[in-house]
Every structure is written in C-alpha cells, then in structure tokens.
C-alpha cells in the first residue's frame, strides 16, 4: 500500500512539473511576441516624417570683371617733297614717343601710302612715299594703319598693292582699303589686354575717282555711304566690344565742323560706334561727345610739311574706356578722352645737311607756332591733354 502512495506521488509530481514546463515554454513564446496594444503603428505624419521640399537652388552669381584700356590715334601722316629723301624717320617721333606708348593701342591716319621708290617717290599733288616711313611708325608706337583717305589711289591699284604688301611685312594690320574681295571681307578686330577691339575705316572719296572705283574694283576703298557704314557696325557689333570708327571727311583748313559731319556722328555712334576718330582737314577740329561717345572731328596733320598756321599743328588723341563684365553680359564705359598737342617744327639739324629736317613735338615744349599754343589748341578741340 505505501507503495502504491508512493508511485502516485511520483505521477503527480511529474504531471506537475510537465504542465509547469509548458506552462512556462507557453508564457516565453508570447513574451517574444509584441502585445497587440503595443503593436507597431504606421508613423505619425510630422514635419519631420513628410517628403522635404525641393530644395531651392541659391542664384549663382556670375564673376564680374573689369579691364581698362587706352585707345588713341594720330592724325594725316603727308610726306610732302622734303620729306621724301631722309631714309629713316625714326628721328622724327622720338620727342613724342612716351606719349605715343602711353596707349594700349594706337591707329595712325597714314595718308600718302608707301609704294616705294620702284614707283617714283613723289609729295603733292600725287603722293608716294618711302616704305622706311612705316618701320619709324611701328618703333614709335603705332598698332595699326587707317588707309581711307582721297590720296588712297593717287598712284592707282598698284600703289595700293605695293603698300599693302608693305604693311604685311612689317606685320602692321590696316584697314580701309584692301588688296581683294577676300581682303576686305575680313572684319578686322584685334585684342587689346583681354578686350575685342574692332576697327572700321571710311573716306568721302578719292581724288581721281571721287565716289567711283577705278575698274569697278569696289574692294580697293571703303567710301562713306550711311547705309553700308549702318550695315558694318551693326556686323561689328557681334564680332568686338568696342568699335572704332575711322573717318576721312569735313571741309579741308576749316576748325568748323559741318552739318554732315555732325549728322553722321550721330547716326553712326546710334548704330554702334564707340568712339569716332576723323581726319582730312589738315587742322584740329573739336572733341565733342554724342550719345555718350567721344567724337575727335578732325586731329589735324601729324606729319607733314604744309607751312600754314594751324596746319603744323596736330594732337595724339587718347581715351579711357572700361569693360565691365558679368557672364556673357559686356558693357563699355567711357572714362575719359583727352587730346595732347603736338606741333610740326623744321630743327632737326643732320651733319652735312644745310636745311634743317622736320620733326614732331609737344606743343608744349614749343611754346608758340604761328599763333597757335596749347590754351588756342585746348579752346578749339574742347579738352585738355591727359598729361
């Protein structure tokens, strides 16, 4: 009997112990699993839970950048009878070469063209002069040739071709009459310290074949037609920054300038000139500025020796400009435009030479030429020198 106790006792105490287990196996496997009031819930839509917004993109702000340069040119460069036998003109700037480089870049009015001696030197009335004057140029500090001028074909075609090939020689550019179609199809615009300069020449005409061309050859001179002149800045504005304007024009001896002078001036800054250079008359004419570009009228002879008053005296205009730059976006700012005076004066003694050579100068240093001093100068032109 107390065996039969005992064996129930050990069943019971094993039922005991197998449903503690699974009760307990029971109880770890729902403790692995979340109670369902703490099941995970979809997150709630915060502003930090929500999609960000495109970002926006800050405006870029382009490099501006900002280059000033000079530009300036010297008026009729006449190599009269005189003047045609020195064979070196290099003498004749040397008084006027620091302001002469004191530009960035400088034009030069070279008005009877160095054919050379193969074609006869000759002065007045039907120009042709040494090639030694260009070399004497290029050393004092000119940058490039305007050619437009009535003596352009004194000697015909061939003259011009020979002073082309003269140019290329000495690796002066030029402009304002040309060697073919090919030629003058080339818009000529040059570089000057990060600025695209363009250059365009014209004349009223020519002596010989006035508004004509000899042979029909319409490449060999540009003449002033408004149109066209309209149709070639307009050309050059996509092309340069800055455009200089050359213009052979007015009435010769005169410091007035005339109704067509002063016309043109204004259709032409309006149409995209920057700045007007003219030349022609052989005396200085005013520096006005239109539509906010400086207009030399006329610069009077550089170099020459025609003996009358105001015919011996010249200037080396000279003006400041400024490139603003913003991406593509370019605008030209005119700082400043000026004229030095310089004056024609027979002094330059040569040993073995009985007549005396002549030779540029500033005005300045001369004093008084026939009545004419740099306040006279000053009064006519409308500006001062820039030194």
């Keep these: 009997m107390k065996r039969y106790y005992a064996i129930s006792a ?24 979340a109670p369902k009031e703490f099941e995970a819930s979809p997150p709630l839509e915060t502003s930090l839970s929500k999609p960000l917004p495109p970002k926006k993109e800050e405006p870029v702000t382009e490099k501006r950048s900002e280059t000033t340069i000079t530009i ?30 004191d530009m960035d870049f400088l034009l030069a009015n070279i008005e009877s063209l160095p054919g050379g001696q193969e074609l006869g030197l000759s002065g007045y009335p039907k120009f042709n002069s040494p090639k030694a004057i260009v070399p004497a140029l290029i050393n004092s500090g000119v940058h490039f040739a305007s050619i437009a001028n009535n003596h352009v074909l004194d000697h015909g075609e061939r003259q011009l071709q020979s002073t082309i090939a003269t140019f290329k020689e000495y690796d002066l550019p030029y402009t304002g009459a040309f060697a073919s179609e090919e030629d003058l199809a ?14 365009l020449a014209y004349t009223y005409g020519t002596n010989l074949y006035k508004q004509s061309h000899p042979d029909g050859k319409q490449y060999l001179i540009n003449i002033i037609e408004e149109k066209r002149v309209v149709r070639d ?17 007015g009435t010769e001896y005169s410091h007035e300038t005339t109704e067509l002078q002063r016309r043109l001036s204004e259709r032409f800054t309006e149409a995209g000139a920057d700045i007007i250079f003219g030349h022609h008359t052989h ?34 205009a000279r003006v400041s400009l400024t490139k603003i730059q913003q991406g593509d976006d370019v605008t030209i700012q005119i700082n400043d435009a000026h004229l030095h005076p310089t004056a024609v004066t027979q002094d330059m003694q040569f040993p073995n030479e009985k007549k005396a ?22 009064e006519i032109v409308g500006t001062t020198s820039w030194e």
Aim: aromatic share 12%; no cysteine; net charge negative.
């Design 283 to 316: 005396v200085l004419q005013p520096m006005q500025f239109v539509n906010e570009r400086p207009v030399f009228y006329s610069l009077g002879n550089f170099y020459s020796a025609q003996p009358w008053a105001g015919t011996n005296i010249g200037g080396i």
């Design 357 to 378: 050579r002549l030779r540029v100068r500033s005005l300045a240093d001369v004093g008084n030429v026939l009545g004419y001093t740099v306040d006279k100068v000053e």
């Design 233 to 249: 800045l307009a050309k050059m504005k996509e092309l340069a920054d800055v455009t200089v304007l050359s213009l052979h024009w």
């Design 10 to 33: 050990i069943i019971t105490l094993f039922a005991v112990s197998l449903t503690l287990l699974f009760s307990y196996l029971a109880w770890k496997e729902q403790s692995l699993v």
């Design 186 to 199: 080339e818009m000529r615009v040059v570089d000057v310290e990060g600025v695209k300069v363009g250059i």
């Design 72 to 101: 300036g040119m010297i008026g009729d460069i006449l190599l009269h009878e005189p003047m045609l036998y020195y064979g070196d003109y290099h003498f004749a700037f040397n008084d006027v070469k620091k302001q002469l480089q």
